[in-house]
């Protein structure tokens, strides 16, 4: 094999170096100089040149068994007639006017995208500058022609870099893509990836602008291009727009409809998605178990969960069948309305068999919110389908009978989970000494701890916070301190929790210089005390009548950020009814309103109890009027207060009149009785 070296024009001294050794090939290139010569290889022997080349010149590329392609490329455009010598003493250049048709010509006569693509980065590498828009789009439709959209794509994001700043850039794109073509047809593939990757960076006019030319041609985006652009859209509540496009698009695409369905659901807007949602026949498509989901969803959000377990139904009868996500949606939207009984009919109405973990979920909820005996049937049924409880079953169903101190239950259920071979846990032992020191058997509690000690179970902080509660809710302080200084001992940190227990224990005591003690010495030592910590110092105060204090603890943890919540303001508003200093109740009560908090039915009751004492039957049918406008209805003690006060004013059967006045209130608000 013969090297013919070629002398770039204007410095003889720089040539590239070519030398063979032991069948191997090593290249030399000349960077910064253009390609004034290549190679041309021939079957005739190695020569050597003249002299090596020098080192400032000179860099070594690569060994040739990397360069095989560019020695390929070059071989393939030699045969497709291509002369890279001199001609006419001008130096070849590669250029925006050629290289676009070299890249053809390597791909047409191989068939080999790959290779194509590698000569394209070499020579891009050789130039050491980019290739022109031409070029790179060129390189785009051979990319995809053969499937090789990943790379594709990173040179379709890397020109939308380049020429995002350009007066106009989408047409000069367009115009390229459509200039460099391979045939008539156009590739919908390469001007899609354009639109994906111009809503990628948020350039959502120039993705619109291609999207209308692609029409134009009689071409559609891709499925995903068209979802990303009118999801982008709908994010910026631009709707007109967005629907305007699905009308081009064609609104056959249940996916596209689903997305404004959707949409509209976020926005709050339920009566437009539904109406959508049941016209979308008319529009050529049909809603699935997504779009029905979506609909469901918004509606069990807000509280509609009898419309949505009706939508649940219809799904059925329109054909399609309901999956897990929707009925569970239904079941959510029951469960947190507490309508435990409505939830359980839809899950067994579904036709989808509960697992375990489904009923431990609605095992644990309802023994969380108190509906122990609902627990406890739907414990019973898991085992009448043959399913084993484990031992989150049964610490589920001890904690709920905790809750409510039946302890004999709770033993019951220990008893039997021990039998079966689960170990007490650490979980088990924290929810029954709760539940003892609530059934105030602090005794049975402190036994447990030191049987946990047995088992070499180290007790945390909620159990020791559990027995300080316990011992402090019995007024037996001196005991709470010495839990307390038994769980340092341990290596146990208290928190602040702890310390708002015995702030509270003390609190109740009436040691309120003591507990006021104590919040000095946290701050101190680097704790925040939190609203907890301070409503129980207001409250004490609030109580005791001491007025100035507790309005004083009010303002200082305003100055330290901590925003009085509505727990705050009943605790010093309870104190204001009480002494029937009812002026300061009501200006307190508009400074909570003012400050956005919403009261709930113990400040209302307050508030009437103390108005009940003056007798003041206008200002009690005005506070009953705003707790129905916030949906909280009367109770025993509404009702008790409104008969003291018409007892107050004197009136003949005050039980009749209190009666007749709550249900005018209620009829005013259209309540039902």
């Not at 390229?176 to 593939?189: N, Q």
């Not at 009923?359 to 084993?388: K, P, W």
């Not at 104190?575 to 209302?604: N, W």
Request: aromatic share 10%; glycine share 6%; hydrophobic share 40%.
């Amino acid at each position: 094999m013969r090297v013919k070296l070629i002398p770039f024009l204007g410095n003889s001294s720089k040539r590239l170096f070519f030398v063979a050794k032991s069948g191997q090939y090593r290249v030399f290139s000349i960077r910064g100089l253009g390609f004034a010569s290549l190679l041309r290889l021939e079957d005739e022997p190695v020569v050597a040149t003249d002299e090596p080349p020098s080192r400032r010149s000179i860099s070594v590329v690569a060994k040739s068994a990397k360069l095989d392609f560019a020695k390929r490329a070059f071989f393939i455009l030699r045969k497709c007639g291509w002369d890279f010598g001199l001609s006419n003493g001008i130096p070849f250049t590669f250029d925006e006017s050629n290289v676009p048709n070299l890249l053809n010509d390597v791909f047409d006569s191989s068939s080999d995208a790959q290779l194509t693509f590698d000569f394209f980065r070499w020579l891009e590498r050789q130039k050491e500058s980019p290739h022109g828009i031409r070029s790179v789009c060129t390189m785009i439709h051979l990319l995809v022609s053969a499937n090789m959209n990943h790379a594709a794509v990173s040179l379709v994001s890397g020109l939308i870099r380049s020429y995002r700043d350009h007066f106009d850039c989408s047409h000069v794109m367009f115009d390229a893509i459509d200039r460099t073509r391979r045939d008539k047809r156009p590739y919908a593939t390469v001007y899609s990836m354009f639109i994906s990757c111009f809503l990628e960076v948020r350039m959502i006019n120039e993705a619109l602008d291609f999207i209308s030319r692609m029409l134009l041609l009689g071409l559609s985006p891709s499925s995903k291009a068209c979802n990303s652009v009118i999801s982008l859209l709908l994010g910026l509540k631009q709707f007109a727009r967005a629907w305007e496009l699905l009308a081009q698009f064609g609104c056959s695409n249940t996916i596209l409809v689903s997305l404004f369905v959707n949409s509209f659901c976020d926005e709050g807007d339920i009566l437009l998605a539904s109406k959508l949602l049941f016209s979308m026949r008319d529009y050529g498509s049909k809603p699935d178990v997504v779009t029905y989901t979506m609909l469901l969803n918004a509606l069990s959000k807000r509280g509609n969960v009898r419309e949505a377990n009706a939508l649940l139904y219809k799904m059925t009868e329109t054909g399609v069948t309901p999956d897990i996500v929707s009925v569970s949606v239904v079941i959510d939207g029951y469960s947190k309305l507490g309508r435990w009984d409505k939830a359980l009919n839809v899950l067994r109405k579904s036709g989808f068999r509960p697992d375990i973990f489904v009923y431990n979920s609605f095992i644990s909820t309802l023994c969380r919110v108190g509906c122990v005996v609902e627990a406890t049937e739907l414990f019973d049924e898991m085992c009448h389908v043959g399913l084993s409880p484990d031992c989150h079953s049964y610490t589920a169903i001890i904690s709920g009978y905790c809750n409510i101190a039946n302890m004999s239950r709770a033993r019951k259920y220990l008893c039997e989970m021990l039998k079966k071979g689960f170990n007490q846990g650490i979980v088990t032992f924290t929810v029954l000494i709760r539940g003892y020191c609530k059934a105030r058997d602090l005794e049975e509690a402190e036994y447990l701890l030191r049987l946990m000690l047995v088992d070499r179970i180290q007790p945390d902080i909620f159990i020791y916070n559990a027995l300080i509660d316990g011992h402090s809710k019995n007024g037996n302080m001196h005991k709470a301190f010495e839990w307390l200084d038994c769980m340092k001992k341990m290596g146990v940190s208290p928190d602040i929790t702890t310390y708002n227990i015995i702030i509270h224990g003390l609190v109740r005591k009436g040691f309120l210089r003591e507990s006021h003690q104590i919040v000095d010495e946290l701050v101190r030592r680097g704790f925040c005390p939190d609203q907890f910590t301070y409503t129980n110092i207001i409250d004490g105060y609030s109580r005791g009548g001491n007025f100035r204090e507790a309005f004083l603890i009010w303002c200082y943890m305003s100055e330290k950020g901590i925003q009085p919540d509505v727990v705050t303001c009943s605790a010093l508003l309870n104190g204001l009814c009480k002494a029937h200093r009812m002026e300061e109740a009501s200006a307190l009560f508009q400074r909570l309103l003012y400050a956005g908090l919403k009261p709930d039915r113990i400040v209302y009751n307050d508030l009437i109890h103390g108005y009940c004492n003056e007798g003041n039957i206008p200002e009690i049918s005005r506070l009953i009027n705003m707790m129905l406008r916030e949906r909280i209805y009367p109770d025993a003690m509404t009702y008790r207060s409104l008969v003291k006060a018409f007892e107050k004013n004197r009136a003949e059967h005050a039980l009749e009149h209190a009666a007749t006045a709550i249900k005018k209130l209620l009829s005013k608000n259209g309540v039902c009785i």
